[in-house]
């Protein structure tokens, strides 16, 4: 669905007057902070989230799984073929939960990479058994056509794909057969092994599922066991972030202190305390006859650097006007306020601002020392000692270096 026509579907929805009993409208989306809120609020909402854990991803993707599928190949190898095959789509997408030490860059892997992908494992083995001239499957061919096309596919980063072929070196194989040798890949706390040849149906196999610890370690994506640490971190600060942001904007109890009066405490601070004064862009490039590269790259910063200023006041000019009563709050005034109750960089300066994990608190103090560097080289002389972090584009002034040295 287009973002731009939601606002069309909420004027049409809100002028239906009379419905018919049976009428009923489904709508699904991707994640989006787009989406009408008078839609969200006159809906019944069901959210699908990913299974977590090795074990249930496996499981929820055999459920798709009919008999026919498996009737539509004979061949005795096929059975193993698609658990190896529900492993990889398995593994590949936990790696998502551990962020970049996962994957480079995040990817949507899909239900159709996995149909697509047995379908293709079928029609090898089909071809295999009618002909006589070949031994054994063309494995590099399945590997290439599964770990390029298919899944490879949505891959961009180059590191992804190697990973990617790694993992499918690793379970796609005539070892995978090998009575000799059940384990697919190295053991890690249990024995993650591909079903036996007494395993048969469906019903059997998802038995055989149900054994997968639900608790995966790092080991069986081949990560280390820091990649559980920082996992476990991030969820539960993203929990505790959640949380935050599901609080009321009720006042607190006998002898609490007013949502409010907390929000306006810190945007007098911020207004009176921490902005600065606009930098006179004008005269200070008049100030210089001819500009080094360094000193373009300081006009470029003050530019930058301004906007943000001016945000930075304007909005907290209309959200005090907003919660006295002068101004309608808006949302991006309603999420300005819950940033300041909860300490959070607001996602309007998040805009203009360098890329960053701080907190308000943190974040305020570093626009201070970005403030000074800055106030520093206009007054006093450039420093002999740039602090990279306090600009907005580092690699600006690194480039500036170099043209200097150059020339």
């Not at 109890?253 to 009066?261: F, L, Q, T």
């Not at 919660?323 to 960089?345: C, K, Q, V, Y």
């Not at 701080?358 to 450039?382: C, G, M, P, T």
């Not at 306090?390 to 020339?407: D, F, K, M, N, V």
Request: charged share 25%; glycine share 6%.
């Amino acid at each position: 669905m287009l973002v731009s026509w939601l606002k069309t579907l909420e004027r049409i929805y809100e002028a239906i007057t009379k419905p018919d009993k049976a009428f009923r409208l489904w709508l699904t989306t991707a994640p989006t902070d787009k989406f009408p809120l008078g839609i969200l609020q006159k809906s019944l909402k069901v959210v699908t989230e990913p299974p977590d854990g090795l074990g249930q991803n496996i499981k929820n993707t055999y459920s798709r799984l009919s008999e026919d599928v498996f009737d539509g190949c004979t061949q005795h190898q096929f059975r193993p073929m698609v658990y190896v095959l529900s492993f990889f789509h398995a593994v590949i997408q936990e790696r998502k939960k551990f962020g970049k030490i996962g994957w480079n860059v995040t990817y949507d892997f899909t239900a159709s990479d996995y149909e697509i992908s047995y379908k293709l494992i079928s029609m090898y083995l089909n071809k295999a058994m009618e002909s006589t001239d070949e031994e054994e499957l063309p494995w590099d061919t399945l590997r290439y056509l599964i770990g390029e096309a298919m899944y490879g596919g949505r891959v961009t980063d180059d590191c992804d794909r190697r990973v990617m072929s790694s993992y499918l070196l690793e379970y796609m194989g005539g070892f995978i057969f090998d009575s000799n040798q059940r384990f697919f890949f190295a053991k890690t706390d249990f024995e993650y092994v591909i079903p036996g040849d007494d395993i048969k149906t469906s019903e059997q196999t998802m038995e055989f599922i149900e054994a997968i610890p639900l608790v995966t370690p790092p080991g069986v994506f081949g990560l280390h066991s820091n990649a559980e640490i920082t996992y476990y971190s991030n969820a539960a600060k993203e929990l505790w972030v959640n949380i935050l942001q599901m609080a009321t904007s009720d006042g607190g109890g006998a002898g609490g202190v007013n949502r409010e009066d907390i929000i306006l405490e810190i945007a007098e601070g911020i207004q009176t305390k921490t902005l600065p004064e606009m930098y006179d862009e004008y005269n200070i490039r008049k100030s210089f006859d001819i500009p080094s590269p360094t000193q373009i790259v300081l006009l470029q910063e003050l530019e930058r650097f301004n906007k943000l200023i001016a945000k930075m006041g304007a909005s907290i000019s209309d959200l005090k006007k907003a919660l006295n009563g002068e101004i309608g709050m808006s949302a991006d005034l309603d999420s300005l306020g819950s940033s300041f109750f909860n300490g959070f960089l607001p996602p309007m300066w998040v805009k203009l601002a360098p890329p960053t994990e701080k907190s308000l608190v943190n974040w305020i103090a570093h626009f201070d020392r970005r403030n000074k560097q800055y106030r520093d080289w206009i007054d006093v002389e450039e420093p002999k000692v740039i602090w990279l972090s306090g600009l907005h584009i580092p690699e600006s002034y690194l480039t500036a270096l170099i043209q200097t040295t150059c020339r």
